[in-house]
């Protein structure tokens, strides 16, 4: 097989700007190498390069294409890179494939505005783009075909979902979209006994690496455990390969690496998410969703075929595939690319027809190199991974568009993923819009937690509000500038990474109120990372923390976390990590399947894999696996922990006496 492939550095390193431990060598030389392979990351390919054809017009030699690199303190790309547009290839084009569509033409989105704050009618309004001058488009929703491209829906007449198609009147193309969800469709969150405040108190479950369907299963105890709510990790379309990144089949960070916005991730599609929301709220559970909106994949990282790196043997590559079932959206970006579209002459720019964005959606290539430098926070492409304009409107809208749709699909919420590398002021102006979207104000119970990784950065990001990059007292102002009510504004809250050893920075301008808390967090598990210094005041269970040392940080969570003086009312907010333990040190992958080396297809030899293991277990007590061992934790299970949160919002403690056969006491 051809041994190279560009996993962007992002995959390696997705988090080597939140290696704060900046004392230790170690940290910082793999700090320092994760910057280097923003531009390079490869491997030799000795034999069968033959193997990847070259396109019509490629450049001569090993030679790449080097533009659209910032200068100074710019950050756009270039507008006569929107002509490097619709790189995707037609029908009766080479390298076409079925999960393509008609994007290489025509390309569009829904966006969902409910008309009032009932939420009981929705206008859809489809947004299609074609490269064909003067084309006439058709839109049918339902399969009722029709000439304009809005229509609106009610309650009272669709219970959803709704099919949606765009098609040309040439009869030359056809795009179907994800189907319509409407938020009227989703079951009510069923009423259970317990301080949760309507949704904005309580203790959510992160379920890392759990497929939906497990975390559906697991709802069941959820309930009778008492936590407000379970936490997704990314739904939407995200890398795949079946072949080795660093050795290893799909490794975790890849659900970093979104293709599209289209709900059919590595977790499940959207059926099975439209599944595991409606059963876990029938049974009062609320789900929340992690939303990759700072970014798309790593450049190079792509479906194009055609790859090479002239530092590296002028090793070769061809695309990668997505978690879509059936074939991949198309995904393009400018990374190691040598060849050009036969139709317009042009090479590949940064473009993801299923969202749709365009090159010019996206900022200019420049490596975060500063952590205290707001425009290098803001624009530069965190570790390779190709980074979204978010300054411009239309982008704005799309990222809103995305968030609507899963609050319309059931979502209570959503974590915001990588929320420091999105300015304040745009952060501000994208819920401006989703509150807009979702009829002038947010639902009752909606939540959403802002990761902002403080570091040595926590003045700048939290505590002075005049620094010009401030997500305390000043996102507060900008939110407030956006329409939301101060009621609104506490929904949203920053995820403290300051807790526990440094819980104040966390809080400095804000009410803690305002702050979500946990201890063992998702970018902890990765070996030799680390994010955040909590000292001795917390630990991370696969990383060799004892298990009684653990349970006792996360009971400290709920009965007395550091930085609390009112712990009924601060911090309402509380995450508890259900983690896996890797079978060693570099097989990073996922024992969801998708990371077994039997998936492999190419370049083989030295795969690492990881087996796969049933996420949901009905007998476990907690704290199952163990370092070495593959299996998940189930920490959530843990019957101390259990009650230490349970008297957090009111419950009397479960026993065996009371708990059903739900909890087996130790």
Not at 14 to 40: A, D, K, W
Not at 64 to 92: K, M
């Amino acid at each position: 097989g051809i041994n190279a492939e560009y996993g962007s550095s992002s995959v390696l390193c997705r988090r080597s700007e939140e290696l704060m431990s900046r004392q230790n060598n170690n940290f910082l030389l793999l700090f320092l190498t994760c910057l280097s392979l923003s531009s390079i990351f490869v491997f030799s390919t000795p034999l069968l390069s033959h193997l990847i054809k070259p396109a019509q017009s490629s450049l001569p030699g090993c030679d790449v294409y080097h533009d659209n690199q910032c200068q100074g303190n710019n950050i756009d790309t270039p507008d006569s890179f929107e002509a490097r547009r619709w790189y995707t290839p037609l029908r009766d084009e080479p390298d076409w494939q079925p999960s393509y569509q008609d994007y290489g033409k025509l390309v569009a989105s829904a966006q969902l505005q409910y008309t009032d704050s009932s939420r009981t009618s929705v206008n859809v309004t489809i947004l299609a783009q074609t490269s064909s001058p003067n084309a006439q488009m058709v839109y049918s929703f339902g399969g009722q075909p029709q000439s304009i491209p809005w229509k609106i829906f009610s309650s009272t007449t669709t219970k959803g979902p709704v099919t949606v198609a765009v098609k040309l009147t040439d009869g030359t193309a056809t795009v179907v979209l994800e189907p319509l969800d409407f938020i009227w469709s989703a079951p009510a969150v069923a009423p259970r006994s317990g301080d949760y405040r309507s949704g904005q108190k309580g203790a959510i479950v992160e379920f890392f690496g759990w497929p939906h369907d497990q975390v559906e299963a697991e709802c069941q105890f959820l309930a009778q455990a008492g936590y407000l709510g379970a936490k997704l990790f990314p739904s939407q379309e995200q890398i795949l390969s079946t072949q080795p990144f660093n050795s290893v089949l799909n490794p975790w960070y890849f659900m970093y690496q979104p293709v599209s916005y289209r709900l059919q991730g590595r977790m499940g599609s959207r059926d099975q998410l439209r599944s595991t929301i409606a059963t876990c709220r029938s049974l009062g559970v609320r789900l929340y969703a992690d939303a990759v909106i700072n970014h798309m994949t790593g450049s190079g990282n792509d479906a194009n075929p055609y790859h090479r790196n002239p530092q590296a043997g002028c090793s070769l590559w061809g695309g990668k595939n997505s978690s879509l079932a059936g074939g991949r959206s198309p995904m393009y970006t400018q990374g190691f690319v040598y060849t050009t579209n036969q139709r317009t002459g042009l090479p590949a720019s940064q473009e993801f027809p299923a969202v749709p964005w365009s090159p010019v959606d996206f900022h200019c290539e420049r490596a975060l190199n500063s952590w205290t430098d707001p425009l290098d926070l803001n624009a530069g492409w965190l570790t390779g991974l190709v980074d979204l304009n978010t300054e411009r409107d239309n982008v704005q809208e799309r990222i809103a568009a995305y968030l609507t749709d899963l609050i319309s699909i059931g979502f209570s919420g959503f974590r915001i993923d990588a929320a420091k590398h999105i300015k304040p002021d745009d952060l501000a102006s994208i819920f401006g819009k989703v509150r807009r979207n979702l009829g002038g104000s947010f639902p009752p119970d909606f939540i959403a937690w802002l990761e902002v990784l403080l570091g040595g950065e926590s003045d700048m990001l939290m505590c002075n509000p005049n620094s010009g990059y401030n997500y305390g007292a000043y996102l507060e102002q900008a939110l407030s500038g956006n329409g939301l009510t101060k009621s609104e504004i506490d929904m949203i809250k920053i995820w403290n990474s300051g807790y526990p050893k440094e819980t104040d920075k966390g809080v400095c301008t804000i009410s803690p109120w305002r702050s979500a808390i946990q201890n063992d967090d998702a970018d902890q598990q990765m070996p030799g990372s680390s994010s955040r210094d909590m000292g001795d005041q917390g630990c991370i269970l696969v990383k060799g923390c004892q298990e009684d040392v653990h349970r006792g940080f996360e009971m400290k969570l709920f009965q007395s976390p550091n930085g609390a003086t009112d712990n009924d009312n601060q911090f309402p907010i509380r995450l508890v990590l259900s983690s896996f333990y890797f079978p060693n040190d570099t097989a990073l992958g996922i024992p969801d399947g998708q990371s077994d080396c039997s998936l492999c297809q190419t370049t083989c030899n030295g795969c690492q894999g990881v087996k796969k293991v049933t996420a949901f277990n009905a007998g476990s007590k907690g704290y199952d696996g163990q370092t070495g061992q593959v299996d998940y934790t189930r920490v959530h299970r843990d019957a101390s922990i259990v009650n230490a949160m349970r008297q957090w919002i009111h419950l009397s403690p479960l026993t065996s006496k009371n708990n059903n056969n739900i909890i087996s006491m130790r």
